[in-house]
């Protein structure tokens, strides 16, 4: 199984802290490893994928081979980043591969 | 555009009873997942249909089952409801079966079996 697990079920800073939320994956060959979140009453949405090395919402998430890991950081948290994170393999695209997505973890930013 | 939708909202079965769950995929898009949430829980891939034929399953028994039509739009049906079943049911939606492509999900439908 394509398996990911979050360390953290719950992280708490204060607002302009910097902030982590872990990730490791178990399984070799190249994982494609995305960050949705989701905020409080809305529908889980894409944060970011890490084949596009991208920056959204100042979070950034880079793939370390070495470590299996694709740790979400952002240097300064703010209020409005306060929301259930999830680490999550790719969408499948093969036959009987078994996607199993982090349990998540709750980031609650306060002022 | 309009996107991912998923009915009933809410839904009430008790143990033994069949159920089913639809969905909506967005626009443009021909892949549709399946997740079970349960409570406190990080979503559990189901299965996908992707062009109508199923495309990969996850862990769940053959008592899950799905459909997928030539609108794309697809339903998920459970037989022999148990207890544990009791969850949110989402479905998201993308362009293509690969695996970099961004999944956009519906609201889910709450399923609670007594």
């Known amino acids: ?111 | 555009e309009t996107g991912v939708t998923q009915s009933p909202t809410h839904l009430i079965k008790t143990r033994g009873q069949q159920v089913t769950l639809r969905c909506s995929s967005q626009s443009g898009h021909n892949t549709v997942s399946w997740y079970q949430q349960a409570l406190g829980q990080g979503p559990q891939f189901i299965f996908q249909y992707y062009r109508e034929e199923e495309n990969g399953r996850g862990n769940f028994p053959p008592r899950f089952s799905g459909l997928q039509f030539p609108n794309y739009s697809s339903e998920l049906n459970v037989n022999a409801l148990e207890l544990d079943d009791s969850a949110l049911y989402l479905c998201a939606s993308s362009f293509g079966s690969g695996s970099v492509n961004e999944q956009f999900f519906g609201p889910g439908t709450r399923l609670t079996v007594l």
């Open chain 1, 1 to 111: 199984a394509q398996r990911v697990t979050q360390p953290e079920k719950l992280l708490s800073v204060f607002k302009g802290a910097p902030v982590e939320l872990k990730c490791n994956y178990s399984y070799s060959g190249s994982p494609e490893l995305f960050w949705y979140v989701q905020y409080s009453r809305q529908r889980l949405q894409l944060l970011l994928r890490h084949i596009s090395r991208e920056s959204i919402k100042g979070f950034t998430a880079d793939l370390n081979k070495g470590e299996t890991s694709f740790h979400l950081k952002k240097p300064f948290a703010q209020e409005e980043d306060s929301a259930m994170y999830y680490c999550a393999p790719g969408p499948n695209a093969g036959n009987n591969r078994k996607l199993i997505w982090g349990l998540g973890t709750s980031l609650a930013v306060n002022p």
